[in-house]
C-alpha cells in the first residue's frame, strides 16, 4: 500500500483544515487508517483512528471533539478534518496503514505517506 497525504497549509487559530490521505493497491477496505503528527523537537503522537470499515474511530484526547477522521472504501481515501485549529496543532502529519484492527501505537503500522506540513498562527 503507498500512501500519499495532502491538504496541509497555514492557517490562523480557530481555523479549519481537511487532511486527506489517497491509498494505492485493491485492498485498502482491509486495512484500518491512522494520522499521527510530529512536532519540532517532539517524537511522532497518535491522532485519530479508524477501523477499516469505518465503523469504529478513536482520538487522541487533545483533539477529541476537535477532529473527524472519516474514510471513502470507494475512493481508497482516509480523511481528517479538524477544526478549532491551535497552534499546538502545528506539526507534520502522517497518514497510515495497519492490516488488523486500528491501533494507536505507531509501530504497530505497516506503512506510512509522505507527511503534509500544517501550521497554525495565533
Known amino acids: 500500500v503507498q500512501l500519499q497525504a495532502s491538504g496541509g497549509g497555514l492557517v490562523q487559530a480557530g481555523g479549519s483544515l481537511r487532511l486527506s490521505c489517497a491509498a494505492s493497491?485493491?485492498?485498502?477496505?482491509?486495512?484500518?487508517m491512522g494520522w499521527f503528527r510530529q512536532a519540532p523537537g517532539k517524537e511522532r503522537e497518535f491522532v485519530a483512528a479508524?477501523?477499516?470499515?469505518?465503523?469504529?474511530?478513536y482520538y487522541a484526547d487533545s483533539v477529541k471533539g476537535r477532529f473527524t477522521i472519516s474514510r471513502d472504501n470507494a475512493k481508497n481515501t482516509v480523511y481528517l478534518q479538524m477544526n478549532s485549529l491551535k497552534p499546538e496543532d502545528t506539526a507534520v502529519y502522517y497518514c497510515a496503514a495497519v492490516l488488523g484492527i486500528a491501533t494507536p501505537v505507531t509501530y504497530d503500522y505497516d506503512y506510512w505517506g509522505q507527511g503534509t506540513q500544517v501550521t497554525v498562527s495565533s
Open positions: 479508524i477501523s477499516w470499515s469505518g465503523g469504529s474511530t
Open positions: 493497491g485493491r485492498t485498502f477496505s482491509s486495512y484500518a
